[in-house]
């Protein structure tokens, strides 16, 4: 009998994969990175988006909104490119369509944590 994988097995696949990804971007961090894509202990209420190549993750962005009133702020701690995919443009492809998310599209800002340097 041959397995059919179901829905949740490949959404955990992909965050498996996009958790690789942010590990391999921000080696430093990799527990924070993981406990934020699962939602683990009060890292909770964040987002991942992926940009995938062949079926495998390419590039993901963690990310959660606030909102006050009708001001939005995005919170963006980690945005990272798998190593074989870095310089394609792939991390503005994720900002962009994340832009352009009718239900994600905010007013007040965004906060981007970054690394003082990347490794290529």
Same mark, same amino acid.
């Given at each position: ?13 992909? @965050? ?10 921000? $080696? =430093?961090?990799?527990?924070? &990175? *993981? ?29 959660? @909104? ?10 963006? $701690? =980690?945005?990272?490119?798998? &190593? *074989? ?36």
């Amino acid at each position: 009998m041959q397995h059919i994988p179901n829905l949740r097995d490949e959404r955990l696949s992909k @965050l498996n994969q996009a958790c690789e990804v942010l590990k391999d971007a921000f $080696p =430093f961090m990799a527990d924070v &990175t *993981r406990r934020v894509v699962f939602g683990e202990s009060n890292l909770g209420g964040f987002f991942t988006m992926i940009v995938q190549k062949n079926g495998e993750v390419a590039s993901c962005v963690s990310f959660r @909104l606030h909102s006050r009133g009708n001001q939005m702020l995005a919170e963006i $701690p =980690f945005i990272g490119t798998h &190593t *074989r995919f870095r310089c394609e443009g792939l991390c503005r492809k994720l900002m962009t369509d994340l832009e352009r998310k009718p239900n994600c599209a905010w007013r007040g800002g965004c906060i981007v944590a970054f690394a003082s340097s990347v490794g290529a």
